[in-house]
């Protein structure tokens, strides 16, 4: 089970310039959401989106900056809650940012689904033991 | 007694069945064998094995006269869509991104 997202991306930008689309609230709002982040560390911020009527998620997510490198690596906190406010979820982005010879490979790391972690920490080798499960069962009844 | 209908997040974030559901990663077990493992009545342990059951978390088999408890998978996807959810959020995003930048090297 795919427990965190990896996605890795190259423009042909040079790091400092993707850079600005990461940290400049009026950047950031031209293409991922409206927010008030300052590239400092501790600093509270957060994103906000208008919400499809019908999704589940209510239109705000939580932030905090947790490590600001210049131009190399920038994570925050990203904590929401599903519409009826029941269901909470932490959990972490980490940008990194490799200087390539024609331009930036940005890597973006989202994980630590905190309501989640201990559930799938536990359920590596799902299928083998499902599997295992079934013959148990059979097992007892024959 | 009643069973609310709970969604897969409400169902895990209750520990006791958190550990439920870790004990039966392990092997299948009856009600009677989950309820020794805890400091609950039984009754307790029954309604959380029923809202683990209405969630899809478990499978309940009679077996004689026992309850057999097996993981079951469809409770775990709901959380696997809510990964996919942010997996096609950040491509769609990261998209527009990769254009602005395009239209702006021109």
Redesign the interface.
């Known amino acids: 089970m795919q427990k965190e997202i990896r996605q890795t991306w190259f423009f042909r930008q040079p790091p400092d310039e993707v850079w600005e689309y990461l940290t400049k609230p009026e950047l950031i709002e031209q293409w991922l959401m409206k927010t008030d982040f300052k590239p400092i560390k501790g600093h509270k911020f957060r994103f906000t989106f208008t919400a499809k009527p019908g999704s589940k998620y209510d239109g705000v997510v939580h932030c905090e900056v947790l490590e600001i490198k210049p131009f190399s690596r920038l994570s925050y906190s990203w904590n929401g809650s599903i519409q009826d406010k029941t269901r909470n979820y932490n959990s972490t982005v980490v940008w990194t940012l490799v200087p390539m010879n024609n331009g930036t490979e940005l890597q973006l790391q989202h994980d630590g689904f905190t309501v989640l972690d201990d559930i799938f920490a536990h359920n590596d080798g799902w299928n083998g033991c499902l599997k295992k499960m079934q013959d148990q069962i059979n097992a007892i009844k024959k | 007694m009643r069973t609310q209908t709970l969604?897969a997040?409400?169902v895990?974030?209750d520990p006791s069945r958190?550990q439920v559901?870790?004990m039966l990663?392990k092997?299948?077990m009856t009600i009677n064998s989950i309820a020794e493992n805890f400091d609950m009545s039984r009754p307790a342990i029954s309604k959380h094995v029923k809202i683990l059951y209405t969630a899809g978390f478990i499978s309940i088999?009679d077996?004689g006269r026992e309850r057999?408890c097996?993981?079951k998978?469809d409770g775990?996807n709901e959380?696997?869509n809510?990964?996919?959810y942010?997996?096609k959020f950040?491509?769609s995003?990261?998209k527009?991104?990769?254009t602005?930048?395009?239209n702006?090297?021109k």
């Open positions: 969604d997040f409400q895990i974030a958190r559901l870790m990663s092997h299948t088999k077996i057999h097996v993981l998978q775990f959380m696997q809510f990964i996919n942010f997996d950040w491509t995003k990261l527009k991104l990769e602005l930048l395009n702006k090297a």
